[in-house]
């Protein structure tokens, strides 16, 4: 390694430095440098969350691993190139599991990383990350190139200085992390993060950020599983309240006269089992955000008592006759439509119009392109820490299988998917594998053929042409849109799309045709 080489791979990165990139460009950048003046078969850039390793960028390494989760603890290499403050290389016969094997980038044999090396790197004399370097070559790097890598490292630590600066000028970042810390704090929830590079996920980041600082109710549709629990928590992470809980309610698991005492609480004695005074989450959620999931289930004598709440900020328990006042930002949840629903008169329309002061849409998973991959890894590396294996991951072929299927359960199908085929799997070795692949056969999904046939309805539908022709196409009508609303499990809005109608339109000819 010449000082001429280490020059010329270092000076775009100091030119970079001046100029205002995109994240994502900047950490592509910084591995392309590093990989010309160390080639190597995968790099990747790690930061430090906690007791977690989240990839930034990744070259080399197939596109899942952006969306795991590394838990220091769990990766020994990676523990030992935190506690060290400089380079460090391990042998290629070391016995210390690599969190990379498996993962190379269009290998779909066991072919196991056998050279590797990885630098920290130190924002503010504080470690920020880690830098690695992966070879299958076992005899790839020298001692001489520890020395080169150091000098990268103390350049890179300064394009990553860089890029935070901006993006907390842009964004404010660090509040919003420190907001949401406290938050996690009083809910006692699990942090969860959204995942994704698409743009229908970007579209929506954007959307939550903007909203996020406000204080208006939000309305979230989308189909079931998408994550609207998820977006409800990125909003309430977003805004003012953060410090305060975000407290949820899920509507469809209680019957009416439970949903009024969840909701506004209770004194002694205002029903059968009431013992005690009890507050209401109305009044546990004040000063934060209250989440009610499932919101198209309620009653209409419960939207009412709500309606009053939401416009006066005032309200009763049951059985008592004593105001409280609350401050409280709503933001609310369903997969049905509501305004279908109002005008079909199961559904107050002053209600509907104080929720959707804000609505936002959740993009379906088929929607999301190769995100489908990035959420694999997440739950890839969550399935390989609870089952104790050394890698979990995914064949060419199983992952062509997630991006070719059309995701009718959205994202928690695809982590329940991975979770019982990742068991199976390991289920079906007779000794216990150090990686353990999963092909398209272990996912079990459904072809592209059986796909195509549903998209072909008219195929899929045999109607049973007697008597006259009014009412034969009627009969098959009923008979196309009850098998698209099976397939679809009655969600009216993916039976439209698949019909080529409008939702609205659809919901009118089901109406005429007695289905509704």
Request: glycine fraction near 8%; proline fraction near 4%.
């Amino acid at each position: 390694m010449t000082a001429k080489s280490l020059l010329t791979a270092l000076l775009p990165l100091v030119s970079d430095l001046s100029r205002e990139l995109p994240e994502g460009e900047r950490y592509r950048r910084l591995l392309d440098a590093m990989r010309a003046l160390l080639p190597c078969d995968a790099a990747a850039l790690l930061r430090l969350d906690g007791e977690w390793l989240v990839p930034l960028a990744v070259d080399g390494l197939s596109t899942d691993t952006l969306g795991r989760r590394f838990k220091v603890s769990e990766h020994p290499r990676f523990e030992a190139l935190l506690s060290s403050p400089g380079p460090t290389r391990f042998a290629a016969d070391s016995n210390l599991p690599d969190p990379y094997d498996g993962l190379v980038d269009g290998l779909d044999d066991h072919l196991e990383v056998h050279d590797c090396m990885g630098c920290p790197l130190f924002i503010d004399e504080r470690p920020w990350g880690l830098l690695t370097l992966d070879a299958l070559d076992p005899e790839r790097f020298e001692p001489i190139e520890l020395d080169a890598l150091q000098a990268f490292a103390s350049l890179a630590a300064a394009t990553v200085n860089a890029a935070e600066r901006i993006e907390r000028l842009n964004n404010r970042v660090e509040d919003e992390h420190q907001r949401a810390e406290v938050y996690r704090q009083a809910s006692g929830q699990q942090n969860r993060e959204m995942i994704g590079q698409s743009k229908a996920h970007k579209r929506l980041v954007e959307e939550i950020s903007l909203v996020g600082g406000s204080d208006l109710t939000v309305l979230i549709t989308g189909e079931t599983g998408v994550g609207k629990e998820l977006v409800a928590q990125a909003i309430h992470a977003a805004s003012p309240r953060a410090d305060k809980p975000i407290i949820s309610l899920n509507c469809a698991a209680l019957p009416d006269t439970l949903v009024e005492s969840e909701l506004f609480g209770h004194v002694r004695g205002a029903f059968t089992g009431a013992m005690n005074d009890r507050r209401g989450k109305f009044e546990l959620a004040n000063g934060g955000t209250l989440f009610l999931d499932e919101v198209g289930e309620l009653s209409l004598t419960v939207q009412a008592k709500l309606l009053r709440v939401l416009q006066s900020g005032q309200l009763q328990r049951l059985g008592s006759d004593q105001e409280h006042q609350v401050d409280v930002r709503l933001i609310a949840a369903t997969n049905r439509d509501l305004a279908e629903e109002v005008r079909s008169g199961r559904y107050r329309a002053d209600f509907y119009h104080r929720l959707s002061v804000y609505p936002l849409l959740v993009p379906a998973l088929r929607d999301r392109g190769r995100d489908v991959l990035l959420l694999s890894g997440y739950f890839l590396e969550q399935n390989r820490s609870r089952m104790g294996l050394n890698s979990l991951r995914l064949n060419s072929d199983a992952q062509a299988a997630l991006l070719a299927y059309d995701w009718p359960g959205n994202v928690r199908e695809l982590e329940h998917l991975i979770g019982r085929s990742a068991l199976k799997a390991l289920g079906n070795c007779k000794e216990r594998p150090r990686i353990l692949s999963l092909s398209a056969a272990d996912l079990d999904l459904p072809d592209a053929s059986v796909e195509t046939a549903a998209e072909q309805p008219v195929v899929a539908v045999t109607p049973m042409v007697t008597g006259d022709l009014r009412e034969a196409t009627e009969r098959y009508q009923r008979q196309l849109i009850g098998a698209c609303l099976e397939r679809h499990n009655n969600n009216w809005a993916s039976a439209a799309r698949e019909l080529g109608l409008d939702r609205a339109n659809l919901g009118r000819m089901a109406k005429r045709l007695g289905m509704k």
